[in-house]
């Protein structure tokens, strides 16, 4: 996750206040249930409306503007993709805001043959006029981007998982390792592509005894799992010479960012130096630490 | 969009993986043979439209080839041919056949396309036969012009609606569509393709990778703290031209 450091006041979270999502799918009310919608296709007509409205007074004193002239812009961007980041995204609802009409109604019409995997709601307040009567640190540029909540929903279950299938390694593998209960497909020479979309882990079906416990998310396979799996990953990241990412350039999504992530986790307050050196010439604390990471799920969050 | 939509096959990465493996049915075999052989990594939505058919895939097929032909496709073709193949082909499947929409976002179905429907034309545009010209992704083969029409699209009205799609070069396209923050939001891709147009104009086609990049970078950083896509059409479009001038003079 990267911090930014905006060079301007923005308001204080408490100055705006959103309702929830309100969902209805093919005219009927909806339950967005952990994130997840289910029942929905690329027929599906999905309709989702909030209600949005901000203190202007406390507003424009946090961030120095007279309140009689400042104006907030509040969008909803709308976007789909892979489930981390967005493929395609878009504008799909704009409404000015100031202190004579501080709320707004945002309601928007999501179409299923628009979406692919997950939808994925940003509501933002940006500035759409300051006025002339600004603070030093005021935002003055139109655009500025003043508050922000998003919505990650998922219209296909399976995907939000860490990507895994199963398949006979008997078949897949020419050269044997029928017996290998588990293959991580990735390359650490891809970690700048998204981690959804190039990393998968597959399972060997000609070993139902592993397949049914994974399936039935057994919390010690699913631990050991894991644990093998993203130990793999951080002991090869941190050889590399492109790792960890350029913050400037990788996205968060990025394979390389994930690890990064599982790293911070493990290893909080080391850099990849440090955790590298501890790789070498401490194996057993190394994967030790890993071993801590997490706590039964697998979940590529 | 019509309401009938075309439900495409999609190829796991096993099936990917088993068709690099066998070159010859990628050269010499047919799109029947290779979509028999990786049947068991072959998927479809469950519902929301109808499975293509044989004939849709074939008229897919069809589609791609007669521009490659055009092009050069088998046997000619140098690195001006390609480049014209790059900008005919993202404006066909821009305009949305078979192949439109959600479907067109994901990874899987462009690897079927790469691997089962159109494999001699990857390896036609891609001599080395890169396995990522064939698996899903930003730099599958197919799926790569598609985001490229769809990020820099001037809209059905524009009398040369396809023009920035023959403008821009090869490393300005990999900055917008290998980069999510950019290539996402159209908005956005296409104000920074009109400006490496001008940009371009200015200092010579030769001298913009560089500048593209650092332009692409502060664009980026940018959009971290002003929402461009919130902008006006010609505020942003300003906005992005005067990122290219600092980076023309860095």
């Keep these: ?301 | 969009m019509p309401n009938d939509v075309r439900l495409m096959p999609r190829l796991d990465e096993i099936g990917v993986r088993r068709l690099l493996g066998s070159p010859d049915l990628l050269r010499e075999g047919t799109m029947a043979e290779r979509l028999a052989a990786a049947a068991s990594s072959i998927t479809h939505a469950a519902s929301g439209g109808s499975r293509a058919s044989q004939d849709d895939l074939q008229t897919l097929l069809d589609g791609l080839t007669a521009l490659a032909v055009q092009h050069g496709f088998p046997n000619r073709g140098g690195a001006t041919d390609r480049a014209a193949f790059d900008a005919a082909c993202g404006a066909w499947l821009g305009e949305g056949g078979i192949l439109h929409g959600a479907e067109a976002m994901r990874d899987d179905v462009w690897a079927c396309v790469a691997c089962c429907i159109a494999p001699g034309i990857v390896l036609w545009r891609f001599e080395d036969g890169h396995p990522d010209r064939f698996r899903g992704g930003v730099r599958n083969t197919f799926q790569r012009l598609w985001l490229r029409a769809r990020a820099v699209d001037r809209g059905e009205d524009h009398e040369d609606r396809w023009g920035l799609l023959r403008a821009l070069s090869e490393d300005a396209f990999v900055q917008i569509t290998e980069r999510p923050g950019i290539g996402a939001d159209s908005n956005i891709a296409r104000a920074l393709a009109e400006a490496w147009v001008v940009s371009s104009a200015r200092v010579g086609s030769n001298r913009m990778e560089p500048i593209t990049r650092r332009a692409a970078r502060m664009i980026r950083r940018d959009n971290e703290i002003t929402c461009l896509g919130a902008l006006g059409e010609q505020e942003r479009l300003a906005r992005v031209q005067g990122f290219f001038e600092r980076a023309e003079k860095a």
């Design chain 1, 1 to 301: 996750m990267v911090e930014i450091a905006y060079p301007y006041l923005r308001p204080d979270g408490d100055a705006v206040v959103a309702g929830p999502w309100l969902a209805t799918l093919d005219g009927e009310p909806c339950v967005i249930d952990n994130h997840q919608i289910e029942h929905f296709d690329y027929s599906a007509s999905l309709r989702m409306e909030r209600h949005v409205s901000v203190d202007f007074a406390r507003a424009a004193d946090e961030i120095g503007i007279a309140p009689d002239s400042l104006q907030f812009l509040c969008i909803v961007t709308q976007g789909t993709g892979n489930q981390r980041i967005p493929r395609g995204q878009q504008i799909v609802a704009r409404q000015v805001l100031d202190a004579e009409h501080p709320s707004a109604s945002l309601e928007i019409a999501v179409h299923g043959h628009d979406v692919s995997r997950s939808l994925n709601l940003a509501t933002e307040l940006v500035l759409f006029s300051a006025g002339s009567t600004t603070g030093r640190l005021s935002p003055k540029h139109r655009g500025a981007r003043l508050w922000k909540d998003s919505v990650r929903i998922s219209v296909d279950p399976a995907g939000m998982r860490f990507p895994m299938e199963t398949v006979s390694f008997a078949e897949a593998f020419s050269e044997g390792h029928r017996d290998a209960q588990w293959f991580l497909d990735w390359s650490p020479q891809h970690l700048d592509q998204e981690f959804m979309s190039s990393v998968r882990l597959y399972l060997n079906e000609d070993r139902p005894e592993f397949v049914e416990a994974v399936q039935n998310e057994e919390d010690i396979v699913l631990r050991m799992l894991i644990c093998s799996v993203a130990g793999q990953m951080i002991r090869s990241a941190i050889t590399l010479d492109h790792f960890p990412p350029d913050h400037a350039i990788s996205t968060p999504g990025s394979t390389g960012s994930v690890i990064e992530a599982w790293i911070n986790q493990a290893f909080p307050g080391q850099s990849v130096g440090s955790v590298r050196t501890l790789a070498e010439n401490d194996p057993a604390r190394f994967h030790l630490s890993i071993g801590s990471l997490f706590h039964g799920e697998l979940d590529a969050e």
